[in-house]
Nanobody, 127 residues
Framework: VQLQASGGGLVQAGASLRLSCTAPERAFGTYAMTWFRQAPGKEREFVAA????????YYADSVEGRFTIFRDNGKNMVYLQMNSLKPEDTAVYYC?????????????????????WGQGTLVTVSS
Protein backbone atom coordinates (compact mmCIF):
# COMPACT_ATOMS: atom_id res chain seq x y z
CA VAL A 1 0.00 0.00 0.00
CA GLN A 2 1.54 3.28 -1.10
CA LEU A 3 0.12 6.40 0.46
CA GLN A 4 0.38 9.92 -0.91
CA ALA A 5 -0.34 12.87 1.35
CA SER A 6 -0.92 16.39 0.08
CA GLY A 7 -2.47 19.71 1.01
CA GLY A 8 0.10 21.18 3.35
CA GLY A 9 1.27 24.76 3.13
CA LEU A 10 2.00 28.01 4.93
CA VAL A 11 -0.98 29.70 6.57
CA GLN A 12 -1.63 32.24 9.28
CA ALA A 13 -3.00 31.36 12.68
CA GLY A 14 -6.76 30.91 12.56
CA ALA A 15 -6.78 29.69 8.99
CA SER A 16 -7.93 26.32 7.68
CA LEU A 17 -6.31 23.61 5.60
CA ARG A 18 -7.48 20.28 4.30
CA LEU A 19 -4.98 17.48 3.98
CA SER A 20 -5.65 14.58 1.65
CA CYS A 21 -4.23 11.10 1.52
CA THR A 22 -4.72 8.69 -1.30
CA ALA A 23 -3.90 5.01 -1.48
CA PRO A 24 -3.96 3.30 -4.88
CA GLU A 25 -5.11 0.03 -3.35
CA ARG A 26 -8.39 -1.72 -4.00
CA ALA A 27 -8.44 -3.05 -0.43
CA PHE A 28 -8.20 0.48 1.00
CA GLY A 29 -11.69 0.25 2.39
CA THR A 30 -10.60 -2.42 4.88
CA TYR A 31 -7.82 -0.36 6.49
CA ALA A 32 -8.02 1.87 9.51
CA MET A 33 -6.47 5.23 8.66
CA THR A 34 -4.67 7.74 10.78
CA TRP A 35 -2.85 11.05 10.75
CA PHE A 36 0.25 11.64 12.84
CA ARG A 37 2.46 14.69 12.92
CA GLN A 38 6.02 15.47 13.77
CA ALA A 39 7.27 18.88 14.72
CA PRO A 40 10.99 19.75 14.50
CA GLY A 41 12.89 18.14 17.34
CA LYS A 42 9.85 16.29 18.65
CA GLU A 43 8.48 12.78 18.58
CA ARG A 44 5.88 11.83 16.02
CA GLU A 45 2.50 12.18 17.70
CA PHE A 46 -0.99 10.96 17.09
CA VAL A 47 -3.51 13.39 15.60
CA ALA A 48 -6.59 11.45 14.47
CA ALA A 49 -7.73 7.96 13.49
CA UNK A 50 -10.74 6.50 11.72
CA UNK A 51 -11.82 2.89 11.36
CA UNK A 52 -12.53 1.46 7.93
CA UNK A 53 -16.29 1.80 8.41
CA UNK A 54 -15.90 5.36 9.74
CA UNK A 55 -17.82 4.09 12.74
CA UNK A 56 -15.13 5.00 15.25
CA UNK A 57 -13.02 8.15 15.27
CA TYR A 58 -10.44 9.35 17.76
CA TYR A 59 -8.64 12.66 18.12
CA ALA A 60 -5.74 13.89 20.15
CA ASP A 61 -6.85 16.28 22.87
CA SER A 62 -4.82 19.06 21.27
CA VAL A 63 -6.89 19.00 18.07
CA GLU A 64 -10.31 17.88 19.34
CA GLY A 65 -12.98 20.29 18.13
CA ARG A 66 -10.71 21.88 15.51
CA PHE A 67 -9.74 18.96 13.26
CA THR A 68 -11.99 16.48 11.50
CA ILE A 69 -10.92 13.20 9.93
CA PHE A 70 -13.12 11.60 7.30
CA ARG A 71 -12.76 9.17 4.45
CA ASP A 72 -14.26 8.27 1.11
CA ASN A 73 -13.64 4.58 0.51
CA GLY A 74 -15.02 4.81 -3.01
CA LYS A 75 -12.23 7.23 -3.89
CA ASN A 76 -9.55 5.62 -1.71
CA MET A 77 -9.15 8.92 0.10
CA VAL A 78 -8.84 10.04 3.70
CA TYR A 79 -8.90 13.68 4.70
CA LEU A 80 -7.94 15.84 7.63
CA GLN A 81 -9.85 19.10 7.81
CA MET A 82 -7.93 21.47 10.03
CA ASN A 83 -9.64 24.62 11.29
CA SER A 84 -8.52 27.35 13.67
CA LEU A 85 -4.91 26.44 13.10
CA LYS A 86 -2.36 27.45 15.71
CA PRO A 87 1.41 27.90 15.46
CA GLU A 88 1.81 24.78 17.58
CA ASP A 89 0.14 22.78 14.79
CA THR A 90 3.24 23.36 12.67
CA ALA A 91 4.62 19.95 11.72
CA VAL A 92 5.03 17.40 8.98
CA TYR A 93 1.77 15.49 8.79
CA TYR A 94 1.80 11.82 7.88
CA CYS A 95 -1.05 9.57 6.89
CA UNK A 96 -0.87 5.87 7.59
CA UNK A 97 -2.90 2.73 7.08
CA UNK A 98 -3.24 -0.47 9.03
CA UNK A 99 -5.42 -3.55 9.00
CA UNK A 100 -6.76 -2.97 12.48
CA UNK A 101 -9.87 -4.89 13.43
CA UNK A 102 -10.62 -3.24 16.72
CA UNK A 103 -12.07 0.01 17.99
CA UNK A 104 -9.72 0.05 21.00
CA UNK A 105 -8.38 3.58 21.37
CA UNK A 106 -5.04 2.36 22.73
CA UNK A 107 -4.43 0.49 19.49
CA UNK A 108 -5.90 2.92 16.98
CA UNK A 109 -3.83 5.78 18.38
CA UNK A 110 -0.56 3.86 18.43
CA UNK A 111 1.77 4.15 15.46
CA UNK A 112 3.08 0.60 15.86
CA UNK A 113 -0.13 -0.85 14.45
CA UNK A 114 0.06 1.06 11.17
CA UNK A 115 2.10 -0.73 8.53
CA UNK A 116 1.98 1.75 5.68
CA TRP A 117 3.02 5.39 5.80
CA GLY A 118 2.95 8.26 3.37
CA GLN A 119 5.85 10.64 2.80
CA GLY A 120 4.41 13.51 4.83
CA THR A 121 3.21 16.99 3.98
CA LEU A 122 4.46 20.10 5.74
CA VAL A 123 2.05 22.42 7.52
CA THR A 124 3.43 25.73 8.76
CA VAL A 125 1.26 28.06 10.80
CA SER A 126 2.57 31.56 11.37
CA SER A 127 1.50 33.70 14.30
Amino acid sequence: VQLQASGGGLVQAGASLRLSCTAPERAFGTYAMTWFRQAPGKEREFVAAITWTSGTIYYADSVEGRFTIFRDNGKNMVYLQMNSLKPEDTAVYYCAAGRIGTTDRRILTSRVWYNYWGQGTLVTVSS
